[in-house]
């Protein structure tokens, strides 16, 4: 359940321009602590591919996605 | 001793520089001609002219320099046409050529303007690197060809003025004649350096002058003076 | 540094030495008449900046480690040997150069500075110190390649939801198929980016032209060819071309993004079928009168920024300006233009970089040309563009909208009520 999840830092990247909301996700995991969960609202549906891409790639955890209307929350946890 | 250096400017150092500089030539265009190219299009837009047009307005008339400074541009083409003109009027120092004498002359076409006018250019890219900000971006070998240029030009131009203005009566005078007879013979494979260039006082300075342009023949395609071919292929790219 | 890194970098050096680098580096003549056609230069007038600055950090080293005179007489060019002070010009040089070639068009001989900083790039690449978020979007770009399968669902899925968003525009009676997806025989392959806006407003004309067309998996960016990596780059291009023939399709349209469009168009070689941006696409359509545009629906003063990997280095130019004199009464043209316009300062992966202050200082070109206009809309046709006219808008406080030819083009289309 996503509700249960308490993210360390919350990041709106909704309407950003190409390649803004990796990047800035990119930018912020790097500031984090091992362990910690970052939330990335965003309403692009290429993110649906991308993050999980990226996640795999970085080696970082998707924990869980929640969608309301059009915004998608992407809950990741820094692994690494 | 000193004759034996002279000899050897005047006859195996300019063998030695014209197969350097045909062979560099050759060599340089072969490298470039057997390495990878690019597989995609490096081409700028808008590709306002035919290809072969536009890549020679580019190279022969540098409408990049006139944009940005129309001195430097002046004195760009004053060079290289003033170069063109030196080339010719060398080929008269060979022998006649009814070509050149279209518009009859006596040696040289330029009557001394055209090294004028060289040796002015040279010095105006000179001192013009002494300035920020090209002083930060040259490189000795930018300073050292031009100081070569300037010394090859002015030795030249000496030559060509002191024949030019005390024929006849002057000491100093060594006639068209013995040059002709001198270039015509290393064309010949038959080198004699004439009497009227080996006992002309003048003989150390004609012996500096071919040395100096022996250097510049070796330098050309080994250093960025080889923009004189390469200028051409690479503003080709910018077109395919 | 260790002998094994100089190794592989001397390797990187010799490798990357194909035709054009060995004439930009023969040629060059350092006549400086580049110096100031930098837009970065004119933000921060220093050597570094400057195009012939850029490219002879690399040349120093090429000179050194693949030419004799470099390795015999080392002082006649200058030459430089590796090390991590000259890596670190290197880094300096590359990542402050957007590869909008404006230099190329302004130097007598037509250097490609964008080709030496391709150089640059890879070394640091090799060096391990690329900008690190470029890498792990390259990564990430290639594992969506290696593994598209697991994520096509859920994508689809996002997709049929904007789907909704293209029939209220055009009041349509249904959303379904509106943004179909592995179409085969389709006559067009769009390829958009991760934002909905790079979907739904091309969707939207599409629809609206009622073109053949479907929508591909992929994001068109690259981001291996911003890093520098050239097996990355030709990986990323490959999803798609790989795509596009699967398909059969005609035409690949891509979304409103200069590098993308520069990279399928004029860097993969020949391919069996056509590459167009999405302004050629529209331009097209608004000609042969299957979009229909509200003439001078727009009052305010606008601009088109041309991007440079569309105009300069993709000949897209009269195309965008056509539409716009369309929709809007009070078109201006920046000064300089076309060929001449300056760069954003957005290009050439920048604008991933965590390096805001600088790129507004390099944005300085731009912004004086914007306020020269007096335009209140800019519009421009890329998106990294459009990220960097609103970092410059925010910098030096502009009161002006950054919009997509795209947007504007739907904002304003002429829509026919259904039946």
């Known amino acids: 359940m996503s509700d249960a999840i308490k993210p360390d830092i919350t990041m709106d990247l909704k309407g950003m321009a190409c390649p803004m909301p990796v990047v800035k996700v990119s930018q912020q995991i790097k500031k984090m602590q091992i362990g910690q969960v970052l939330a990335a609202e965003t309403t692009d549906p290429g993110a649906y591919a991308d993050f999980p891409a990226w996640a795999k790639s970085t080696g970082n955890e998707i924990i869980s996605t929640d969608k309301k209307e059009n915004v998608t929350t992407f809950y990741i946890k820094k692994i690494k | 001793m000193w004759s034996k250096v002279f000899y050897f400017t005047m006859v195996p150092m300019v063998y030695a520089a014209v197969a350097i500089f045909i062979g560099g030539l050759i060599f340089k265009l072969a490298v470039v001609l057997f390495s990878k190219r690019f597989k995609g299009s490096l081409a700028t837009y808008p590709k306002r002219l035919p290809r072969p047009v536009g890549v020679a307005v580019e190279a022969l008339a540098v409408p990049s320099a006139f944009k940005k400074d129309k001195v430097f541009w002046l004195f760009i083409l004053a060079f290289h046409i003033s170069f063109f003109l030196l080339f010719i009027g060398h080929l008269e120092l060979i022998r006649e050529f009814k070509w050149i004498q279209l518009i009859p002359h006596e040696v040289f076409l330029g009557a001394g303007a055209v090294g004028i006018v060289l040796i002015i250019s040279v010095l105006y890219f000179l001192f013009r690197r002494f300035r920020s900000p090209w002083r930060e971006i040259s490189v000795p070998e930018d300073f050292f060809i031009l100081i070569l240029l300037f010394l090859t030009m002015f030795l030249g131009s000496h030559l060509h003025l002191s024949a030019r203005f005390y024929a006849g009566g002057g000491a100093f005078d060594i006639p068209i004649e013995a040059y002709r007879e001198y270039l015509s013979s290393l064309l010949a494979l038959k080198p004699v350096v004439p009497d009227g260039i080996a006992y002309s006082p003048h003989y150390v300075l004609v012996a500096l002058h071919i040395f100096l342009a022996n250097l510049v023949l070796i330098l050309i395609p080994f250093s960025k003076v080889v923009h004189m071919v390469f200028a051409f292929l690479s503003l080709d790219l910018k077109r395919k | ?419």
């Open chain 3, 1 to 419: 540094m260790e002998k094994e890194k100089i190794q592989e970098l001397k390797s990187i050096l010799k490798s990357r030495l194909n035709r054009p680098l060995r004439y930009y580096t023969d040629t060059c003549t350092r006549c400086g008449i580049c110096y100031d056609s930098c837009h970065a230069f004119y933000g921060i007038p220093k050597k570094e900046y400057s195009p012939v600055g850029r490219a002879e950090v690399v040349r120093k080293l090429l000179k050194k480690y693949t030419r004799p005179s470099g390795f015999l007489f080392p002082y006649w060019g200058d030459a430089m040997k590796l090390g991590d002070a000259v890596l670190d010009q290197v880094f300096e040089a590359a990542w402050s150069c957007t590869g909008c070639r404006r230099c190329m068009v302004n130097c007598p001989f037509g250097i490609d500075t964008g080709q030496i900083m391709g150089v640059a790039k890879h070394l640091l690449i090799e060096n391990g110190t690329a900008p690190e978020e470029l890498i792990m979007l390259a990564d990430a770009a290639v594992e969506k390649g290696k593994s598209i399968d697991q994520f096509k669902e859920g994508y689809k899925q996002v997709i049929h939801d904007l789907e909704k968003e293209v029939q209220k525009k055009l009041n349509l009676p249904s959303p379904d198929g509106l943004i179909p997806m592995e179409k085969q025989g389709a006559d067009i392959l769009y390829v958009g980016l991760a934002g909905a806006h790079s979907i739904v407003n091309p969707a939207i004309i599409f629809n609206a032209a009622k073109a053949n067309w479907t929508l591909s998996f992929f994001e068109a960016v690259n981001f291996g060819f911003f890093a520098g990596d050239p097996d990355k780059t030709n990986f990323i291009a490959q999803r798609i071309i790989k795509e596009a023939m699967a398909l059969n399709v005609k035409e690949v349209v891509i979304v409103e993004c200069g590098t993308a469009f520069r990279i399928l168009r004029a860097l993969m070689g020949k391919l069996p079928f056509r590459v167009s941006s999405i302004v050629e696409v529209i331009h097209r359509y608004v000609e042969e009168g299957k979009v229909k545009l509200n003439k001078n629906s727009v009052s305010e003063p606008v601009t088109y920024h041309d991007p440079c990997q569309l105009g300069r280095n993709g000949g897209v130019f009269e195309e965008p300006r056509a539409v716009i004199r369309k929709i809007v009464s009070d078109y201006r043209e920046m000064s300089p233009t076309r060929e001449q316009n300056w760069c954003c300062g957005g290009g050439g992966g920048l604008v991933a970089l965590d390096n805001e202050d600088f790129r507004i200082k390099t944005g300085k070109a731009k912004k004086d040309q914007i306020v020269a206009t007096g335009a209140k809309i800019v519009v421009t046709a890329c998106e990294n563009c459009v990220s960097q006219l609103k970092t410059i808008k925010g910098g030096y406080g502009l009161d002006i909208e950054v919009k997509y030819l795209s947007e504007l083009v739907c904002e304003n289309l002429a829509i026919q009520s259904s039946e």
